[in-house]
């Protein structure tokens, strides 16, 4: 380490009290020397501490100060020796508090204590009597302990006193608020290896300003002169500075990636009905996803509103193809069962409210959705029964499957993952169909993200009124986003651990 940049580094507190370490490591006397206030020293040390060139060590130290009676037996005297000081012959008990001041509490204690040293008798009787011993004497013509203890100059650590002071403290704080004695913690510094160096070095004749005024700037002070310098991988306490949740972040990212693709943005209602959302995609109304084991059905209102004209054109196509050139699904279409209502499943039902909208001169079109939907799942690591789907169609009589790859994987790239796989499958509405891998950029695995694929005639021919290339693709992005925020378990993401908002980074990819 270059000792001389370092020096260059330290804040006028760090210079003024550097020296000093070598020769105290008491806080006061520190404080004292370097002429500042304790507040200043504490943020000068833990700034040396920092760059490594002091080391803090933690020490408990046990800080006597005096309570109320001890300020007043520390001014006045303690009761007990005021009590002794008047027997000078036998005194009835009665006239000791006209005597000597006392209250009948200080009285009572004293008489006890004094017994207890054998330095007076107490004569029953009608009217007891007090009288000093040949010990009570002796022990008037010594200063007590306790007396002596008591003028010292407070607050006292525990460790700085003689056993005969020790024993005297013990006394007293069996007594009523004389003392209080409280555990306090006290950082101890010292110099480490490379402190010792820069001590020996010397900072004391280096001249170093601290600041860049306007004023040396219009004069020219500032030529020659030598500027601290500032250590930006300086440790400091972290700041948690107010952000948008990191889910907004990174919808908010998603969404500026299709938008600059060219693609506009699709919106609609949570709550559709069975036809927009399985029907007009050609699932059949025996499809096992329309279970409530996996749709979340609604009670009430539980019915919605059909189109008539395309409602015909759909049921035509279920029962036995219609004009695309299928056979359908071969069996009795019910309206009732298409006008159930229902937490949308996936966000294609926007797919295809929009493709219904379209005419031949609005092509090619480009549209994409970033939203919330349902399914009756189980809650798991892996699972979650309300997410956040990212769909995108493309509708372009000259589209292909190889610009649907290209859409996915400029998708994937700007969203970190490089190495996209596309792999066959089966779903009701697309063919080809296809899912989309993506390879974990640290576990060196292919992680499925969603799926993919061209939508059937069945789907498009009736919603457009003519057959015509529609990609389709629609991805989870809470797995998209999990390995950025170091997450393990997808119900992490909503948890809103208050820990995990205030330290999860911005989303900048």
Known sequence: MDIAKLIQTLHPLERKVLPILEKTNSFDEIAKQAKLQKVEVMRALQWLQNKKIISLRQELKEIISLDENGIKYREKGLPEKKFLSILETEIPLSSIPEKTGLGKDEIGMSIG????????????????????????????????????????????DVKDLNQEEKSALENLKKRRKIVNVDVVKEKIPSLTELGKKIVKEGIKGIAIADKLTASMLKSDLWEGKTFRRYDVKINVPSIYGGKRHFVSQAISYIKRIWLDLGFKEMTGNMVQTSFWDLDALFVPQDHPARDMQDTFYIKDPKYGKLPKELMKKIMAVHENGWTTGSKGWRYMWSEEI????????????????????????????????????????????????????????????????????????????????????????????????????????????????????????????????????????????????????????????????????????????
């Open 113 to 156: 204590l004094l017994k207890q040293k054998n330095a007076i008798e107490v004569k029953a009787g009608k009217e007891p009597i007090i009288k000093i011993t040949e010990q009570g004497k002796k022990l008037l013509e010594r200063k007590f302990p306790e007396e002596e203890l008591l003028k010292k100059k407070f607050p006292i």
């Open 338 to 509: 298409a006008k159930e209502n229902l937490l949308r499943t996936h966000t294609t039902v926007l797919s295809a409210q929009a493709i219904s909208k379209l005419k031949k001169e609005n092509l090619p079109a480009k549209f994409f959705s970033v939203g919330k939907v349902y399914r009756n799942e189980t809650l798991s690591w892996k699972s979650l029964f309300e997410f956040i789907q990212v769909e995108g169609i493309v509708v372009d009589p000259n589209a292909n499957f190889m610009h649907l790859k290209g859409y996915l994987k400029e998708f994937f790239a700007k969203m970190g993952f490089e190495d996209v796989r596309i792999r066959p499958a089966h779903f009701p509405y697309t063919e080809p169909s296809a899912e989309v891998d993506v390879l974990h950029p640290v576990k060196k695995q292919w992680v499925e993200l969603g799926g993919s694929g061209i939508f059937r005639p069945e789907v498009v021919k009736p919603l457009l009124g003519f057959e015509c290339p529609v990609l389709a693709w629609g991805l989870g992005m809470e797995r998209t986003i999990m390995e950025y925020y170091a997450i393990k378990d997808v119900r992490d993401v909503y948890k809103n651990d208050l820990k995990q908002l205030r330290e999860s980074k911005v989303w900048m990819k």
